[in-house]
């Protein structure tokens, strides 16, 4: 399984992204995709999440500004993020579980001006 994040960059505080992340491979066994991030000297935290069911979670630290949603072919994931802010800055990991093993993107950076 392959994983491959896209659309990070440079923003303005107040700005909005959508990251993508495509699963490619054998997802056969495919459980949930989603995202963690890890601002800079920060650990990872996880972000938000969408199971093969189509159910959302997202952390509490980013509910009403982050939204994590799929394509129709459930081979893409997206986190729709609004209202940045500098503390959003971070890299963004995808992760894919499949048969319960977790595979990793090699992340997208996300920076937030003030």
């Known amino acids: 399984v392959h994983v491959a994040e896209s659309g990070g960059g440079l923003v303005q505080a107040g700005d909005s992204l959508r990251l993508s992340c495509e699963a490619t491979?054998?997802?056969?066994?495919?459980?949930?995709m989603g995202w963690y991030r890890q601002p800079p000297g920060k650990q990872r935290e996880w972000v938000a999440l969408?199971?093969?069911?189509?159910?959302?979670n997202h952390a509490d630290s980013v509910k009403g500004r982050f939204t994590i949603s799929r394509s129709d072919t459930n081979d893409t994931v997206y986190l729709q993020v609004n209202s940045l802010k500098p503390e959003d800055t971070a890299v963004y990991y995808c992760?894919?579980?499949?048969?319960?093993?977790?595979?990793w993107g090699q992340g997208t950076q996300v920076t937030v001006s003030s």
């Open positions: 491979g054998s997802t056969l066994g495919f459980n949930a």
């Open positions: 992760y894919a579980v499949v048969s319960g093993f977790m595979h």
């Open positions: 969408i199971t093969d069911s189509g159910l959302t």
